[in-house]
């Protein structure tokens, strides 16, 4: 017996790629994920520990609550996968069926989904970190840069008077104005890579949690 996550009816497609609001949906995400993606690594290291330890009857009960919480976590991440892409998501987990504690937990060790739920925990944790923190750090950068003659006239002149690590010196509010063309290019950065690391992110979900769903899909 195989269970499944149901697509419901309404769920819906990502908007067109060049559209703007898509790009700060992702951003929003990204701000959450860059400070959640750390929860899959720890996770991944009691799972890995409960399903070492296993083989010794008295330990294997421990492999029961660790993988609830590794599904629900990754049931998290199938959900939010789909609410953007309209992918299938299915888990594809095996029934660990009925008898006692240390048979289930035998079980779910057997379950191949299990072990890419667990190694998933890990490479998103890594993947999910370093895309969300680039996106987020050039639009920072952007608002940075775009403020920048502000930051200036409301700090001493040494904290922003010498940017690049002094190769420029500022003296005054017009001369730190000069900054700012540099935020049309953080900006325009983070607008370019903003839909490709999402699709990083969402493929490397699909692919472990979910296999067939990300067989020809697209973001």
Same mark, same amino acid.
């Given at each position: 017996m195989v269970t499944t996550i149901d697509v419901p009816p309404t769920a819906r497609t990502l908007p067109p790629a060049h559209r703007v609001p898509l790009r700060l949906h992702l951003l929003g995400r990204s701000v959450v994920i860059m400070f959640t993606s750390l929860t899959g690594a720890a996770l991944f290291s009691f799972w890995i520990t409960a399903a070492a330890i296993s083989p010794l009857t008295i330990f294997a009960i421990a492999v029961l609550p660790v993988t609830?919480?590794?599904?629900?976590?990754?049931?998290? &991440?199938?959900?939010?996968?789909? @609410?953007?892409?309209?992918? /299938? $998501? @299915?888990?594809?987990?095996?029934?660990?069926?009925?008898?006692?504690?240390?048979?289930?937990? !035998?079980?779910?060790?057997?379950?191949? @989904?299990?072990?890419?739920?667990?190694?998933?925990?890990?490479? &998103?944790?890594?993947?999910?970190?370093?895309?969300?923190?680039?996106?987020?750090?050039?639009?920072?950068?952007?608002?940075?840069?775009?403020?920048? /003659?502000?930051?200036? !006239?409301?700090? /001493? @002149?040494?904290?922003?008077? &010498?940017?690049?690590?002094?190769?420029?010196?500022? &003296?005054?509010?017009?001369?730190?104005?000069? $900054? $700012? /063309?540099?935020?049309?290019?953080?900006?325009?950065? !983070?607008y370019a890579i903003a839909l490709p690391l999402a699709r990083l992110e969402l493929h490397l979900t699909g692919a472990l949690l979910s296999p067939r769903a990300a067989q020809g899909a697209r973001l």
């Open positions: 609830a919480a590794v599904r629900g976590y990754a049931n998290i &991440h199938r959900r939010a996968a789909r @609410q953007l892409t309209g992918w /299938p $998501m @299915q888990a594809g987990y095996r029934s660990p069926g009925e008898g006692s504690a240390i048979k289930r937990a !035998w079980s779910i060790g057997r379950d191949r @989904q299990s072990w890419r739920d667990a190694f998933w925990c890990v490479l &998103h944790s890594i993947v999910a970190c370093f895309t969300s923190s680039l996106t987020l750090g050039f639009f920072a950068g952007g608002v940075f840069y775009l403020i920048y /003659p502000f930051l200036y !006239w409301v700090t /001493p @002149q040494a904290a922003f008077g &010498h940017p690049f690590g002094g190769l420029v010196i500022l &003296h005054s509010v017009a001369q730190a104005t000069l $900054m $700012m /063309p540099f935020a049309l290019v953080s900006f325009g950065i !983070w």
